[in-house]
């Protein structure tokens, strides 16, 4: 490999393979939805009367749930990538307004040590 015709080498290759190149179809996803979500923060919910879990891991706990099951989607349905990454943005956002967020990324960064509040 002459190392002078390194980049136009590679250059011509990507333009070969972009020749017949077609995007991937986007995937649907089946999720559970709300009785998944119910489940998950019952098991949440669990954890916090076992100890195991403090109130805001109840409040992620939850918000996770919200994502992982879909939403308000039922099992029947499919739900796109685009609408999971809503999901997760929605999800995302609320809990980075909440003080108890804000409290332990500011720990995290000032100690390098998770909070547990």
């Known amino acids: 490999m002459n190392r002078?015709?390194?980049l136009a080498d590679a250059k011509?290759?990507?333009l070969a393979l972009?020749?017949?190149?077609s995007p991937p179809e986007a995937p649907e996803i089946s999720l559970?939805?709300?009785t998944a979500r119910t489940a998950m923060a019952m098991a949440v919910e669990g954890f916090k009367l076992s100890g195991k879990a403090t109130p805001h891991d109840v409040t992620v706990g939850k918000a996770l749930a919200?994502?992982?099951s879909g939403g308000d989607t039922d099992?029947?349905?499919?739900?796109?990538?685009?609408?999971?990454?809503?999901?997760?943005?929605?999800?995302?956002?609320a809990l980075s307004k909440t003080p108890e967020s804000?409290?332990?990324?500011?720990?995290?960064l000032k100690t390098g040590k998770p909070?547990?509040?």
């Open 4 to 6: 002078d015709r390194l």
């Open 12 to 14: 011509a290759k990507a």
């Open 18 to 21: 972009a020749e017949n190149y």
């Open 32 to 34: 559970p939805g709300k």
């Open 66 to 68: 919200g994502v992982l």
């Open 75 to 93: 099992i029947t349905e499919t739900i796109g990538e685009d609408a999971l990454l809503a999901l997760e943005r929605a999800a995302f956002v």
């Open 102 to 108: 804000l409290a332990r990324v500011s720990h995290m």
């Open 115 to 117: 909070l547990r509040n």
